[in-house]
């Protein structure tokens, strides 16, 4: 989507991955091969105008390695914070941004100490590092399951955090250009059912002008502190206190989709704009819109096309049990009833749960 994005712009994409696969294949030069292999970095930085990254599973040093051959955007130290979970906490508690109470794991003292003096029980226990959509993570209500829980997760390298009874989820999509301007996307209302991402609203229904300036107050301090180029998304959780983040993502983001047809300027195209180091687009809502994720299953398009205002975008992945295959988005414009649109489009194969 990336890719789709810049070629309007007059911009060619060259990605690399690990796979032939890669569904970047259909929209840019691909180049394949492992990401710690020095020829296909050379080959793949090789005049270059600027680098940027779509996930924040690799390696750390290959960031830095891209960095010292070309503009990386956002940059390693962005990278490093959003693939471990206690740095990342750490910078937004020091940013005074809300955030709930938090443990290092690296044994069973340390989680003796945590759940008496500071993340209590019930408390959610996490991989600090990796784990998408649920995975690496689960809830202990007593010691004998966060004991249990530990030794699942591998004993050492572990978050403890405080259980937070809240709300709902709200996600926050912003963008930092080259010069330092800032440009935030309303707030989004989240909805998971097994630890996966089901169904995002936008702009979130109920957020006061306080709770939404709050918001973009926190991610612009996040931004500048990370000297931040690029889209970055801080989830948050709402609580009757307020808001606290939960995480933060160094990239565009699968609750910014429904901005392709729902926003004046796509999460995907500002993030183009802002590592190419053009000027940031707009990013008001243009209606109200519901994005509806597509995991598993691809239902048939004649389906969701007879859908009033639904969009089809298909990934070009093969299904199976958990993946995200693509996503629908509807927009309140194009159809007289966008609540019963997406109720529509739930009912279809990959789009339930």
């Known amino acids: 989507m990336l890719a789709l994005a810049a070629i309007p712009l007059g911009l060619r994409v060259r990605c690399w991955d690990v796979s032939a696969d890669a569904p970047a294949a259909c929209v840019s030069e691909l180049l394949v091969g492992d990401f710690g292999d020095e020829p296909t970095l050379a080959r793949f930085a090789a005049g270059l105008l600027a680098a ?11 960031a830095r390695a891209i960095a010292a051959r070309v503009a990386t955007r956002p940059g390693p130290l962005a990278l490093e914070t959003g693939q471990d979970r206690i740095a990342e906490k750490t910078l937004l508690a020091r940013l005074g941004v809300p955030v709930h109470a938090f443990a290092c794991i690296d044994s069973m003292a340390d989680l003796d100490a945590a759940i008496e003096g500071v993340v209590g029980l019930p408390c959610v226990i996490k991989t ?3 784990g998408y959509d649920g995975k690496g993570q689960g809830v202990a209500r007593t010691r004998d399951e966060a004991v249990a829980l530990v030794h699942t997760l591998g004993g050492n390298g572990l978050i403890a955090e405080r259980f937070v009874p809240f709300e709902r989820e709200l996600s926050m999509i912003c963008v930092r250009g080259a010069t330092g301007e800032v440009r935030t996307y309303p707030l989004i209302e989240n909805r998971h059912a097994g630890g996966i991402l089901r169904v995002s609203r936008a702009p979130a229904k109920g957020v006061s002008a306080q709770v939404g300036a709050a918001a973009a107050n926190y991610a612009k301090r996040i931004l500048d502190a990370l000297e931040y180029v690029g889209v970055l998304t801080i989830e948050f959780f709402e609580t009757r206190e307020g808001l606290l983040a939960n995480e933060i993502a160094p990239r565009v983001h699968n609750s910014g989709h429904w901005t392709i047809e729902g926003a004046v300027t796509s999460q995907f195209e500002n993030h183009v704009r802002a590592v190419a180091g053009l000027p940031l687009g707009a990013c008001d809502a243009r209606e109200s819109s519901a994005m509806v994720n597509l995991i598993g299953e691809i239902p048939p398009r004649e389906a969701v096309l007879a859908i009033p205002g639904a969009r089809l975008h298909l990934y070009d992945k093969p299904p199976r049990p958990g993946r995200k295959v693509g996503h629908v988005t509807i927009t309140a414009d194009a159809c ?6 997406v109720e529509a489009v ?3 194969p990959g789009a339930t749960g």
């Open 52 to 62: 940027t990254f779509e996930f924040e599973n690799i390696p750390a040093g290959l």
């Open 346 to 348: 739930r009912k279809l």
């Open 128 to 130: 600090r590092r990796m």
């Open 336 to 341: 007289a009833d966008l609540d019963a649109a």
